[in-house]
């Protein structure tokens, strides 16, 4: 198990520093995501939203680590928050087209279980990791799109989405690069942007999703 803390195998702009903190900005704007997480929690009105809010949660604390330690086990976390994120907003948007297949426990079951799959999977090659997410990502909006359910906080979730993933191509491939700049970079800002994305999705979808208490008596009257 000790190749888990050799060096990370993705490499971003930022030079890798000596010291307990590898990539500084890399690491402190995880920030981002996390209080997106915090206020998601704390606004959320069923199961599947408070599972958006872990997943932010997850997202920050396992990226911060694999910045902070540049090993294969913090990349493999890393994922690990990226798939959870996409696959909780795959499960939202199938308890708002239909509340009662499968339910929510089990769309956390499949979230938690597919982010693992797809987790372990990118972990044998890097080189899937991203196709992967990408192609979960298009089906996403395409569903979207097709649902016709689109709101504000749904067009600002994409672009900013959209924006963000940008940054982190430019910092990846080292287009737009300053190694020794330990304070913001280009992938720093897709952590911040992503904190701002996980809030818009949450907003989204609790706006478009039936009331709690209307989904309750439903669920009651279909156990009578």
């Known amino acids: 198990m000790d190749w888990l803390l050799e060096p990370a195998r993705m490499q971003f702009c930022e030079r890798t520093l ?9 690491t402190w704007t995880n920030i981002g995501p996390l209080v997106a997480g915090i206020f998601i929690l704390i606004y959320a009105n069923r199961p599947l939203e408070r599972l958006l809010g872990v997943a932010a949660i997850w997202t920050g604390l396992a990226s911060g680590y694999f910045h902070a330690s540049n090993t294969i ?20 948007q199938q ?5 009662n297949q499968p339910g929510q426990r089990m769309l956390i079951a499949i979230v938690l279980v597919g982010s693992l799959i797809l987790t372990v999977l990118s972990s044998f090659s890097t080189a899937f990791a991203s196709p992967m997410f990408a192609v979960i990502v298009v089906i996403v909006v395409a569903r979207g799109l097709y649902d016709s359910m689109l709101t504000r906080w749904a067009y600002a979730m994409v672009i900013t989405f959209l924006i963000a993933w ?5 910092d990846f491939m080292h287009i737009v690069c300053h190694p020794d700049n330990h304070i913001l970079t280009g992938h720093g800002l897709w952590h911040l942007l992503n904190g701002v994305v996980f809030w818009c999705a949450f907003r989204h979808y609790q706006s478009t999703m039936p009331d709690p208490a209307t989904e309750l008596a439903e669920d009651q009257q279909q156990g009578d």
């Open 166 to 170: 940008g940054f982190w191509w430019l």
């Open 18 to 26: 000596d010291g307990p903190i590898k990539h500084p900005a890399d």
């Open 95 to 99: 308890h708002r087209s239909d509340p």
């Open 73 to 92: 086990l913090g990349e493999t976390l890393d994922l690990s928050g990226m798939f959870m994120f996409i696959l909780s907003i795959a499960a939202l």
